[in-house]
């Protein structure tokens, strides 16, 4: 304020504040100092209306952050964490029982009837079912991680124990190489890992004699026929667990299918002392690299395994189909300490950025479209649909493990505001016509887990507000009968189908869990885990240790600055930006604009 407005007022509060002793003098001179310092503050230009509030009144704890309507505090106090994290074990807990009571030995729960659900013999081809289940008690050995996380420690030991006298591979069902790969060798991998390590005494098993390490290498023999019966080294989609790969069987497969199984072949193959696992999978993603366009660099999302021909008009993109092999390209070579591996992840970061990234360029500054990943045709780069689906959320995680943070922020606002909008994601969105096109919401993790891992490296609790909203409508618009079921339709929220999805123990739940808990053993050694893309953790440190087999060489060369070969989750941001709304007021304005919240 201009001076000659607040002298006079000044002037009067040094009359009236005057104590009745000698010392008034010294009194009104130190008050007329605060006074001069707080006109120098004013006479500086403040910051925008959020950021301005918060740090006027951070220490308050109470802040609404107003450019975002109410839905985020700009504090969670610990009384608050605490509630949210014994509500995670809850829902953990209630799935979990619900499965073990009405379900197990069976894959999955059907948490309305409270059923146990299996493959669907009577019809083969159905394969959103025959696909993930197995007859191999899926929905325990997905889970066995997250009970070693919530810190069940004693069902934590029933369970490998009843997995080490009852599971069998040699089974009667045809199961697609990806899921069991990643949920169920994954999981008994992980689980093994946690059993045996030395800083985890409170989960060894007395008696453990690796039997889910034995398990693991039957599986992952069973599943290495896919890519032994294949031209290409590209794998079958499908494997049969008795006969192998199925006469006749479909050769159509996709990106994240056949590149995302290198963290779980190079962990079996290390632990047993067999290279043949980690070099089908290195071949696999070998092959696969070098079906990348010559003129864009980007890769297909569908594919024909035999020929390396790109299907559904070579449409490339970042969600179903492709994202996990952006993920595991990138976990693998910070797993695997392999400078090619980085290269390979840089040089396809750059083609996807430059023809699949729109928006403004400074994501966190400025004005204009907010950012958002395209599906584009692989030869042109030119757009081939106006959609995004839920499996994108995890592409956040991805950015921000590569270190761009600012874009792991904007892509996380983007769903974050549809979850606000329809409070659990819709499976598929058309974000020109801002609505959903696939309707259904099987409570996927992906959201949650770019949530969790942005929270770990900039401890704004902006993200817990995030995952405390993921909570409450999880229960309040999930929650059955003996478990958590999908969505059937986001526009009518009480409109329930009658599965639980085994990743939604194995990771949903995991990653809200470990959001809440700041003293988790996850946490704590967050610097020397890899989480896999089914969310299990695998120590860095335990797998460097072990025997490496030859080379592998991807003819590539290593980017020129080297690979650090560490993750990157703790960014060791301002103290005072940990409590910031990520966006600004007209950034928020947009982002509403854009997912229809405003509408």
């Known amino acids: 304020l201009p001076w000659r407005q607040w002298a006079p007022a000044a002037a009067s509060m040094l009359r009236l504040a005057a104590p009745p002793s000698g010392h008034a003098f010294f009194f009104r001179l130190q ?21 301005y509030e918060q740090l ?47 379900a197990f030995p069976a894959d999955e729960l059907n948490p309305i009837l ?95 004699g690796d039997q889910l390490l034995l398990l693991a290498r039957d599986l992952a023999n069973r599943l290495l026929v896919a890519f032994d019966r294949s031209p290409t080294g590209i794998p079958h989609p499908r494997v049969h667990l008795q006969r192998g790969v199925p006469e006749g069987g479909r050769l159509d497969t996709n990106l994240a299918g056949a590149g995302s199984l290198l963290l779980e072949f190079a962990t079996v193959g290390r632990l047993v002392g067999d290279p043949t696992f980690e070099g089908a999978a290195r071949r696999a993603v070998s092959a696969l690299w070098d079906l990348r366009s010559r003129v864009t660099g980007l890769l297909g999302s569908s594919l024909n395994l035999t020929d390396g021909r790109w299907l559904h008009e070579g449409l490339s993109g970042l969600g179903a189909g492709s994202d996990s092999f952006y993920e595991i390209l990138l976990k693998s070579a910070v797993y695997l300490d392999d400078p090619q591996l980085g290269a390979l992840f840089s ?47 995890s592409w956040g995680a991805v950015l921000l493990l590569a270190g761009r943070l600012d874009e792991a922020i904007c892509l996380h606002a983007y769903f974050a505001n549809l979850m606000h909008r329809y409070k659990l994601l819709p499976e598929r969105f058309n974000w020109r016509h801002r609505q959903p096109e696939v309707l259904f919401s099987p409570l996927r993790p992906e959201l949650a887990e770019t949530n969790y891992f942005l929270y770990r490296a900039t401890g704004n609790h902006f993200f817990l507000h995030v995952g405390a909203a993921m909570v409450d409508n999880l229960n309040k618009y999930a929650k059955s009968t003996c478990g958590y079921a999908t969505l059937h339709n986001v526009h009518n929220l009480t409109d329930l189908e009658d599965r639980q999805e085994s990743f939604f123990l194995a990771e949903t739940v995991k990653y809200l869990y470990l959001l809440f808990d700041e003293t988790n053993w996850a946490n704590r050694m967050e610097t020397d885990l ?33 690979w650090s070969g560490g993750a990157c989750h703790n960014f060791n941001l301002d103290r005072r930006l940990r409590h910031l709304l990520p966006l600004s007021t007209a950034q928020w304005v947009e982002l509403d604009r854009a997912t229809g919240l405003s509408d």
């Open 31 to 51: 008050l007329l100092l605060l006074l001069l310092l707080l006109a120098v503050w004013a006479s500086f230009p403040r910051p925008s209306g959020s950021v």
């Open 56 to 102: 006027l009144r951070d220490s308050l704890g109470r802040t609404v952050y107003p450019d975002s309507g109410g839905r985020y505090r700009a504090w969670m106090p610990a009384s608050e964490r605490l509630r949210y994290r014994r509500l995670v074990r809850d829902m953990f807990a209630f799935g979990y029982d619900g499965y073990m009571r009405h």
């Open 114 to 208: 409270c059923r146990g659900r299996g493959p669907d013999r009577a019809n083969p081809d159905n394969i959103n079912i025959n696909d993930v289940l197995g007859d191999y008690s899926l929905g325990l050995v997905d889970s066995l991680t997250t009970l070693a996380v919530v810190g069940n420690v004693s069902e934590f030991r029933r369970a490998v124990s009843l997995l080490a006298d009852r599971l069998s591979f040699d089974t009667n069902s045809t199961v697609q190489t990806f899921e069991a790969g990643i949920r169920v060798l994954g999981g008994l991998l992980s689980a093994h890992l946690l059993a045996t390590d030395s800083r985890l005494p409170e989960l060894r098993i007395p008696g453990y």
């Open 347 to 393: 040089q396809s970061m750059d083609s996807v950025a430059w023809h699949q990234r729109a928006g403004r360029t400074d994501c966190l500054n400025g004005l204009g479209q907010h950012p958002i990943w395209l599906n584009t045709e692989v030869r042109t780069g030119h757009l081939a649909n106006s959609w995004c689906d839920a499996l994108q959320a």
């Open 530 to 562: 890899i989480f896999t893309t089914e969310g299990h953790p695998l120590s860095i440190a335990r797998f460097r240790s072990l025997a490496r087999p030859a080379g592998f060489d991807f003819n590539v060369t290593p980017p020129a600055a080297g």
